[in-house]
């Protein structure tokens, strides 16, 4: 399996402009996670997907971050518009099943910089 | 609210010594504590895990020491390598649960 995939790796945009980033889990796997990570907050838990169904998105930082799962293959998180403070490492995340005990895997990340 | 507190977040240990990392939580519905490793410019994964009917677990090089009464736990790396140089995030999510909250992370360099 070729792991979680994610697209773009880099990103530079500037301050306004809308920011996509891309997810395409393991096949097979039923859960699937938005992460976002800074020096100062580490890794943070945005969102979670169960069988496409967004389950917790408490950690959305806010309405300009949006997250859609159209399918089990692919995943999105949109950030409209983007802002200076949103630049960070982005990383997908997927497992089998729930439950604790279940490996997530990371994908290589999404660096964004917003300028 | 920082709810798994990780320490230190930079370290530096002489190759064939011993890392340590420790880390504290508060709520006491954490069931699961994993360790990741994560190098630079990949994603973190998983390394090793420990779940609190245990006090200990090791894997190889790599040991968990968990203590429940004091809430906490710590990554214990023997005969540190310079391959082992990463972050490492300490993490614990509750029973049934995926959501996983992670430690601040702790940066670790092996010189040789």
């Known amino acids: 399996d070729a792991g979680v995939i994610q697209s773009p790796r880099h990103e530079v945009t500037e301050m306004g402009q809308e920011v996509t980033l891309r997810c395409k889990p393991i096949?097979?796997?039923?859960?699937l996670f938005w992460y976002r990570q800074t020096m100062m907050r580490g890794l943070e838990l945005l969102i979670y997907f169960n069988n496409n169904v967004p389950i917790d998105d408490s950690g959305m930082p806010e309405d300009r971050f949006s997250a859609k799962m159209p399918n089990a293959s692919f995943s999105t998180l949109k950030i409209q518009p983007s802002e200076p403070r949103d630049s960070a490492v982005y990383f997908c995340a997927s497992s089998l099943r729930g439950g604790p005990g279940d490996t997530q895997y990371f994908g290589p990340g999404t660096r964004l910089t917003v300028l | 609210q920082q709810q798994v507190k990780q320490s230190p977040q930079s370290l530096i240990v002489q190759k064939g010594g011993i890392s340590i990392i420790n880390c504290a939580y508060e709520n006491t519905a954490f069931d699961y504590f994993p360790w990741y490793q994560q190098f630079p410019g990949k994603g973190p994964a998983l390394l090793i895990a420990i779940r609190p009917d245990v006090s200990e677990k090791k894997e190889g090089r790599f040991t968990i020491s968990f203590n429940k009464s004091a809430k906490q736990f710590s990554l214990h790396i023997m005969d540190s390598q310079p391959g082992d140089s990463a972050t490492y995030f300490c993490a614990a999510s509750p029973g049934g649960y995926q959501k996983v909250t992670f430690g601040i992370g702790t940066k670790l360099q092996v010189i040789p």
């Open positions: 096949s097979g796997h039923d859960y």
